[in-house]
């Protein structure tokens, strides 16, 4: 019998992970089922036939494989879905590849792509979900979060002693796009003042009186400002520019900020800002990240052993199961839930998290009131 041919591609922005994902389902494909595995470069482009496949093989025992450890994916990406190729070519592409499946590692914009044109081709397929975003709906956990989290974490670290060296207000940006996962997690395991998410809308006041709440009540002369890219302004304003090529982009948030608080607070304060950028996305995947994608690729393959398409592995209450695609899509992107345990942990913290909660803000106004009188007594 002719051995079953598996095709495995991964699409839009890359992050530490891809390759350990990549290497599960190689291996389980190839020891555990025989199968041949073919990687597809640059996403959909090396299906359309522009560039020729990869074939992977486990790794030869030599030593340890690198590919647990790298970030980066050796297949390359592309960071839209198509890249100017036409469905006719994909398909035409897929067939001429002789592949019996394919395995599509992507955040959700591409894994939809992808499983549109194994709808129309008659594919059978599964997806992986990726994302420094972790904005993938029905996964707790996309491949690279983690990964990304503990660089922003490590970043907070690092600012934070120079922060307090110089009595400086620290503003770091963080990418997510339109979710506010990545600056959420990282700003509570960083030990952020304020951390600014799209989700919940900022008041450039409120960050000032928390800076001078931690001067006058902590007797603390620095801060971290923690805020994402997609951040927005009580009337909805985010931070965009338009880029060369027409395409609109996030950014300037971080600078914006600063510029609000050297508005309010003048030279009382000294801020700087570090905007960590593409930073997020390299170096070697975490410990969790390994595991997650190794284990999203192991279930990839035994799912389509057992027959099973169209459907996307997910990370939930520390196991993995898988959903429909378009069960999937329909909760995509996933946001931060205001009312969810991470916020309120935040908010425990003492963590200004912008102007969502009528309770938060009452306490605001006592500490306001409160700081004013310690002030006015000192
Ligand atoms: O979706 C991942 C992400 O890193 C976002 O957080 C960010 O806005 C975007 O991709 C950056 O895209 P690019 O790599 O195309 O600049």
New binding site residues.
Partial sequence: MQKKRLGILTS????PGLNAAIRAVVSHASLTYGWEVLGIPYGTRGLSGRKPPIELSTCDGRGVDPLLATGGTILGSA?KGYSGESVEAILTGYEALGLNAIVAIG?DGSLRIVADLAERGGWNFIGIPK???N?VGLTESAIGFDTATNTVVDALQRLSSTAASHDRVMVVE????TAGH?ALHSGIAGGADAILIPEVPYSIDSVCQKIHDLKILQQRHFALVVVA??AKTLSGESRQYTDAQGNT??RGIGDYISDGIYHRLGDRVEVRVTVLG?V??GGMPSAFDRILASSFGRVAVDLLAAGKSGRVVVWRAGDVESVPISELCAHCPRLVDPQGSFLATARGLGTYLGEFSPVFERASAARLQQSELTASQV
């Fill in positions: 839009g922005g890359d992050c960071s955040g994302t420094i975003d904005d963080t990418m997510g796009r990545l890219e997609g982009r996030l593409h997020q996305r």
